[in-house]
DNA sequence: AAGTTAATGAAAATTATTTTCAATAAAAAG
DNA sequence: CTTTTTATTGAAAATAATTTTCATTAACTT
């Protein structure tokens, strides 16, 4: 596993000059800097299909970027909620869990909640059936109160198999 | 305002033998019991249409009954909850809100939620729509996954009208 | 009426998250 | 490349929602 050192910047990271179509050029667009500790925790973020708690994520990026610290983790979380690049979930287990935004169409997924064990499962069924309705409801929805729709999250609440078998 | 005392009990709950169809029954079949804290707890809870925090329901329900204390205005939305009587949400303001299950059809509603200013819009348009959706989503998600489906949240992110003007 | 035990509330503990602030480093300017 | 500017960082302290503890109370049973 490779250690991100201030030596392997220029290296890590798209030069100055050329636009970059990536995170820096993202970050930048934004007015924010792209730094060692925000490629980190994106490395971190991209390589899993986990739902990680800023925890998780700052114990995998520590791995990679030793000197990391845990406020910037929450800091850096907390701005890529806000630049719509990262979803931000509440699965009952008392610490925020988060996903890097899907970038194909086929990433999209919503999620089975077991109440049980809290394990939570990612479904991408009826993804066309959702799309229909999701469609029609966010055009109505979004005449009928004037509201701009950025996102949606569906849960679906439950028991999961396993839980079901143990009792 | 009439504020809940001991000598009130027997006006307020049901008699012993009577078969109590309403939440004393709900406890007591669930192998809990009616207590005069859950009993202003819950009067609280029917009287709004407000997405109550812990807090705000302690503080409403204080007022009738000026004994209770927060830990078990806590620990009643907790069982509620688990009693599948109670909505939990994470509306991103940083404390649970909750809402008392709809007992009819009509009162079946979903949220829009301002990321600005994280006000919450109940709506509950669509309902044939999701209904279709939801039906046929629950059937098949439970038989693939093997998953027994209680409850769904849907949620849509995004601007208000209010915030949208004012910048 | 007496007994059993779940439920309560005050206080303390826990813990995820936020704030503070001096030090650092990314982008801009020279 | 060097200097300047200022966003970003990380350690430590603070905050605040929620949970735990435990002695007391009250709901239901006998
Ligand atoms: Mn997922
Ligand atoms: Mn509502
Ligand atoms: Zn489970
Ligand atoms: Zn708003």
Redesign the interface.
Known sequence: METITNKQRKVNMPGRGMMSPGWGGKFRGCGYRMTLPRQAILNVLQKTKKHLSAEDVYMEAHKIFPHLGLTTVYRTLELLTDMGELN?F?F?DGRARYELMEISEEDHHHH?V??KCKRI?N?S??VD??LE?LK???K???K??????????????????KC?KSK
């Open positions: 931000k509440d009952g089975l077991c109440t499962i479904y069924d009826f059936e959702e309705f029609r409801a966010e109505g929805l979004s009928k109160y004037n509201f701009e729709i950025n996102n949606h999250i569906i849960q679906f609440y439950g028991v999961c198999d079901k």
